[in-house]
């Protein structure tokens, strides 16, 4: 599959960098996370920027992690995320149970992208993974939707994400759909994140996948991610915001000829522990720059059902 080089398509960019350091226009209002001082350069001069930005901000609309209402979310500093814009959220959801459960409330630390950055990195997973102009709203709209279903363009960095189990157990493998409204796998649950991956915390910490209100203290430890990280078990395989997994990004990295574990990590592969720190390095690079090598790697893992076909 031919590919295109981040030179060749920046080169194909408005000339002019958007600076994100003290604006306050319209464009940037929403959640957005480059950090400060960043200069990021969106494809505007792309014949499918204007629409698929449009198509990410109906996304970025609907995230129900961002709450409701203007102080739902405050900014937080977190170890690891030093400089960017991460926010601590407070909100609910019912999930698909809005017809016989409550809803269940949660905090959340976010690093959510805008519905620019979204559509930039979108546009260069797509073009540098081949994809002619021809081919191009097949593969935005087949991206889009993948990530859509997965995880609503929504980056968590530590807390829980509310979903009922027929959305987050593999004990529902056809979904929601054709569950009574009623049955209890519509009920919401807390499924907890770090780094943009599902986890598990061992026995020893007060923390379940149930459909429990933890109370804030618990939230306020979880935060805690210097010590609440060492209780950490098991780290599961979708990485948000694209949801690749661990193959996907194997796969991309020998395709492009790098080392599986990018420059500066510690870790020796993505087993456990590493898969969130690609996640997290990975998510952090993308918000100061046109691209998320994750969202590569995911068009890349489905070629040929997205541009080939």
Request: proline share 5%; glycine share 6%.
């Amino acid at each position: 599959m031919p590919q295109m080089s981040s030179r060749l398509l920046s080169s194909c960019m408005f000339a002019a960098a958007i600076s994100l350091a003290g604006t306050s226009t319209s464009a940037l209002a929403e959640i957005q996370c480059a950090p400060q001082g960043a200069s990021v350069q969106y494809p505007t001069t792309d014949k499918f920027y204007l629409d698929e930005t449009a198509s990410w901000t109906r996304v970025t609309k609907a995230r129900y992690l961002e709450g409701a209402g203007a102080s739902a979310c405050t900014d937080v500093t977190v170890s690891g995320y030093e400089g960017y814009p991460t926010k601590k959220c407070s909100y609910q959801s019912v999930d698909a149970g809005a017809d016989a459960y409550p809803t269940l409330p949660a905090q959340v630390i976010l690093l959510n992208p805008s519905a620019q950055q979204l559509s930039s990195w979108s546009i260069h997973a797509c073009r540098t993974n081949g994809a002619t102009d021809a081919q191009m709203a097949k593969c935005l709209q087949k991206l889009r939707d993948y990530v859509v279903v997965q995880n609503g363009a929504q980056f968590p960095v530590a807390g829980s994400v509310v979903e009922s189990y027929c959305n987050s157990s593999p004990s529902y493998p056809n979904g929601c759909r054709k569950l009574s409204p009623s049955d209890k796998g519509r009920q919401p649950r807390n499924t907890w994140f770090r780094n943009g991956v599902s986890i598990d915390y061992k026995a020893d910490y007060p923390v379940r996948w149930d459909a429990k209100a933890y109370p804030s203290e618990t939230f306020d430890a979880i935060f805690d991610v210097v010590k609440s990280d060492a209780h950490v078990n098991n780290t599961f395989k979708n990485a948000r915001v694209s949801g690749a997994i661990r193959q996907n990004w194997i796969d991309w990295r020998k395709h492009i000829a790098k080392p599986m574990m990018p420059e500066g990590m510690t870790e020796k592969d993505i087993k456990t522990s590493g898969w969130q720190s690609v996640s997290r390095e990975v998510h952090k690079a993308a918000c100061k720059s046109d691209s998320n090598e994750l969202f590569d790697a995911l068009v890349f893992a489905n070629r040929k059902a997205w541009i080939d076909d």
